[in-house]
């Protein structure tokens, strides 16, 4: 009886059994990934609208110690450069004070991203009705100027996905809407740059200081001029 039960506790798995555990470990694993996949993306859309949210107020703190005009964008700036024709450093590094920490500016989901676009900044800054209304010339957006605050895109992610023939350069540290859309929806498909890496849509951040998750541009919540409702390509 004491070798029975001794060889009973010994006994190992039959290569039938070992099989049947590996497929519901599989099954298993197929109906939980999709399901984590959700989460992370979930998560990544939350952490990116919380740097917007930070971006935002330093944005305003700006503002307000600027006779209410905004951080000026130029052409690409990396970080520490100066603007050739603006003589000033990039949006980002103008707002860095208020931020506080630098890594607000990266965006989580560009991690999705292949390692050439993969750069550590990702918001761009809504400049296009201040560089109408100075006659197609570098100019900050004016707060005072904005009628549709709760609508008026003042940025968004940019995570470095190519849209058309224009792209971003990952290091650029001042991407802006000076000469491109950075929210699906322009007539110039060339001149559009697709952002749409949180589960094929982008956040957007607004003047009035709230983000939000968008699969395309919308025309009755979005404007990006000063007095109208109106989409970029349209004069303000």
Known sequence: MKSHRAAMRTRAFTLMELLVVIAIIAILAALLLPALSKAKQRAWTTSCNSNLHQI????????DENTELYPESGG???WDAVDATTKKQSWMQQIARYVGNTNAFNCPGNVQLPSELQGPFNYFNSCNAAYIAA????APVRSTAIMFPSAFVLGGDTAGVKGGRIIFDPLDADKDDYTQNCVGGAADDSLTEFWQIHSKGQNVMFADGHSKWYKIFNPGEMTFSYNVMTNWTSPF
């Open 56 to 63: 935002g107020l330093a944005m305003r703190m700006y503002a």
């Open 76 to 78: 690409n700036i990396y």
């Open 135 to 138: 006659e197609n010339e570098f």
